[in-house]
């Protein structure tokens, strides 16, 4: 098993930044993808961008260039730096694991807005 607990949500204007924050423990030995989701309200989950154990880093092409996503394995760690914030980045952030079995956060708001 393993537990995800996501912090880091909340307001931001517009062209701001957050930076989310997602602390696994548990049976973090075997985590390989640790990824973000985003679900916005009428619109289906999506994924923002995800990360390998190697480092590796895939985005959606609407975060390119303003998102970054990093980890830190020592920590069972993942982070998603947020800047430029844009009026159609708010949304419920989800904390993605897997270990072949796939485990959610439960979520933090991000809310953008003047």
């Known amino acids: 098993q393993v537990q995800l607990v996501e912090s880091g949500g909340g307001l931001v204007q517009p062209g701001g930044s957050l930076r989310l924050s997602c602390a696994a423990s548990g049976s973090t030995f075997s985590i390989n993808f640790m990824a973000w989701y985003r679900q916005a309200p009428g619109v289906e989950r999506e994924l923002v961008a995800r990360?390998?154990?190697?480092?590796?880093?895939n985005y959606v092409d609407s975060v390119k260039g303003r998102f970054t996503i990093s980890r830190d394995n020592a920590k069972n760690t993942v982070y998603l730096q947020m800047n430029s914030l844009k009026p159609e980045d708010p949304a419920v952030y989800y904390c993605?694991?897997?270990?072949?079995?796939?485990?959610w956060g439960k979520g933090t708001l991000v809310t953008v807005s003047s």
């Open positions: 990360i390998t154990s190697n480092g590796n880093t």
């Open positions: 993605y694991v897997t270990t072949g079995i796939v485990y």
